[in-house]
């Protein structure tokens, strides 16, 4: 067990639709990520997020957001959800940057498929 | 822009074979994080190793082993006398040494299955 969990672990929606993925760092990490892998894609960075503030983006659609919260969980938001949005999402998260350890741990993943 | 190249897609041996899992990887920075993790058939991301680019001492725990050449950008992964439960996609990833900001570029993996 990471100490990483993000729920749903499965979601299914239809296309047009808007979902919300959440993800509770271990305790103590101050770093969020979000990361996308898909069939065609791999593993793709999507957003970082550190204390509250977005630090980092990767490649991230318009209709995708994320935020993180005073209690350092986080949401990514997905909109106008398509079929090729199917995915697995992961989360992960790592202890402070000035720690100087910067393995992520991640969670299980919210399986997305969109029909 | 960072890049990691996993070449072999998939991966087959007999139980108790050795295995090396190669990965290639690019990057203009001087400092960075080189990582394995692995993704068995559950489908959850487990940190395996992270290697400091400085530290090119190969790195051994357990049946796993790690040789890292700064020379050839490569860092290779080799699992001796394989098991059926090393059956797993394995990813190589890299993320610059820069506090606040440590996303990981991964490989398209390697995918190993053990045959008992």
């Known amino acids: 067990d990471s100490g990483v969990t993000q729920t749903p672990k499965h979601l299914i929606t239809a296309t047009g639709q808007r979902v919300t993925l959440r993800c509770s760092p271990r305790s103590g990490d101050l770093s969020v990520y979000w990361y996308q892998q898909s069939l065609d894609q791999g593993l793709q960075f999507l957003i970082q997020y550190y204390n509250g503030e977005e630090r980092a983006k990767g490649n991230i659609l318009e209709r995708f957001s994320a935020q993180q919260f005073p209690d350092l969980h986080s949401e990514l938001n997905l909109s106008s959800l398509e079929l090729g949005d199917s995915a697995l999402y992961f989360c992960a998260s790592s202890v402070s940057p000035q720690e100087g350890e910067t393995e992520a741990f991640f969670g299980q993943g919210t399986r997305l498929t969109v029909v | 822009a960072q890049k990691v190249t996993q070449a072999q897609t998939e991966i087959s041996v007999v139980e108790k074979e050795d295995v090396t899992l190669d990965c290639v990887y690019e990057?203009?920075?001087?400092?960075?994080?080189l990582f394995w993790y692995k993704q068995p058939p559950s489908g959850e991301l487990v940190f395996l190793i992270r290697r400091n680019s400085f530290d090119e001492q190969n790195e051994i725990s357990g049946r796993y082993s790690w040789n890292f050449q700064k020379s050839t950008s490569s860092f290779n992964f080799t699992i001796t006398a394989s098991q059926v439960v090393d059956s797993a996609v394995y990813f190589c990833?890299?993320?610059?040494?820069?506090?606040?900001?440590?996303?990981?570029?991964f490989g398209t993996g390697t995918r190993l299955t053990i045959i008992p």
């Open positions: 990833a890299l993320s610059e040494a820069d506090f606040g900001n440590e996303k990981l570029t």
């Open positions: 990057t203009r920075d001087t400092t960075y994080y």
